[in-house]
């Protein structure tokens, strides 16, 4: 007589976690693709006819994006840290937030793989108790983690539709009910978290300390963002606000020691973005005397792959994965389904989508 062992089955997720960022084409390959779908979201950079400039903007940009690419080693290490990092945060989860046990991380990026749609499938799949979506960017911006919240919400529409559209027997896959059984909430924004700050206050004293002791003193600190356009700054995003507000939590941990100021890259087009940019920043100080200089990557990048690159790297060792692991267990110990930012609009605010994710998240 013989007896089969029967496995176990796998251990239901309890807490998901869906961490969500725009991602990097992994290969030069994957360059076209990456900034079709960038140039292509209208949460992003508004444009004017944007289904025939995104295409030709995406195209035109494509080489010299491909070279920088080639010289980080041929592509994006996003996803490599975002795993790592993200491995690293549900190993401390399910020691420091045992009740919230077993955790599961996603990873969804807007516009390369894995796709923030392709995650939301492995989570229908999976049926957690309880959904965390958890921005990758410090700061909120309607542009970068509003568009990240606006994909859910309209993958979920677009599965109530599908739904409604289905046959009887179609609509035995039950995807209403799944959805309905997933507690969602979201980290919306932690641009001042202790974790991050320190990141910073470590890396800026180590790298002036790298200065001559007789100019050190005289170094000026530009803290470098990504730039909006101005009608999305002028509508009332709360993006420049609050990449001030972490700027100023770093220097008051130095005890404003030195002379600083916030820029702004990246500029895409011919329409007004949100300024000084750090080019012309650099260029300006250079000219009134002011050669001693800085650099700090304070918030998203996405022209200047070598920073993205240094800043990851920096973010892995620093920040690493507890602070991420902090931010989470400090939310779900909070049981607020989001900040108190999140459901208030832009004042100036028409888009339609940024309706319905509120309504998703907060409603």
Same mark, same amino acid.
């Given at each position: ?22 991602? !990097? ?120 983690? !509003? ?19 289905? &046959? ?11 959805? &309905? ?84 890259? &990246? ?97």
């Amino acid at each position: 007589m013989t007896t089969t062992a029967v496995k176990d089955e796998p251990q239901r997720v309890k807490t998901g976690v869906l961490l969500l960022n725009m991602g !990097g084409p992994e290969t030069v390959d994957d360059v076209y693709d990456f900034l079709l779908r960038l140039f292509s979201d209208k949460d992003l950079i508004p444009l004017p006819a944007q289904k025939q400039l995104g295409p030709l903007i995406a195209k035109r940009r494509t080489p010299r994006i491909q070279e920088q690419y080639a010289k980080i080693g041929g592509g994006s290490p996003i996803r490599m840290w975002t795993e790592k990092q993200a491995k690293g945060m549900i190993n401390i989860l399910d020691k420091i937030s045992p009740m919230t046990a077993p955790h599961k991380y996603y990873i969804g990026f807007r516009y390369t793989k894995p796709l923030t749609e392709t995650a939301l499938d492995e989570i229908e799949r999976d049926r957690p108790e309880h959904m965390v979506a958890f921005t990758q960017y410090p700061q909120y911006s309607c542009s970068t983690t !509003g568009s990240s919240l606006n994909a859910i919400a309209r993958y979920y529409i677009a599965q109530k539709k599908k739904e409604n559209q289905s &046959s009887a027997q179609e609509s035995q896959s039950r995807l209403i009910d799944r959805q &309905s059984n997933v507690k969602w909430s979201v980290i919306d924004r932690w641009q001042t978290h202790s974790g991050f700050i320190n990141a910073f206050v470590g890396n800026i004293r180590d790298e002036l300390k790298k200065f001559p002791a007789n100019i050190r003193d005289e170094v000026v600190i530009l803290f470098s963002a990504h730039s909006l356009p101005m009608k999305v700054v002028n509508r009332g995003d709360p993006y420049p606000a609050e990449v001030a507000a972490t700027v100023q939590a770093v220097m008051q941990e130095l005890n404003f020691s030195n002379s600083y100021r916030l820029v702004w890259q &990246s500029k895409v087009g011919p329409s007004a973005w949100l300024g000084c940019q750090t080019d012309d920043a650099i260029t300006g100080l250079a000219r009134n005397n002011r050669r001693h200089i800085l650099l700090v990557p304070i918030a998203f990048t996405s022209d200047h792959i070598e920073t993205l690159h240094e800043l990851d790297l920096e973010y892995c060792q620093h920040l690493a994965t507890s602070a991420m692991a902090d931010l989470v267990k400090n939310h779900l110990e909070a049981n607020s389904p989001h900040s108190a930012q999140l459901p208030l609009r832009c004042p100036q605010c028409v888009n339609i989508s940024c309706e319905i994710m509120r309504d998703f998240f907060c409603g």
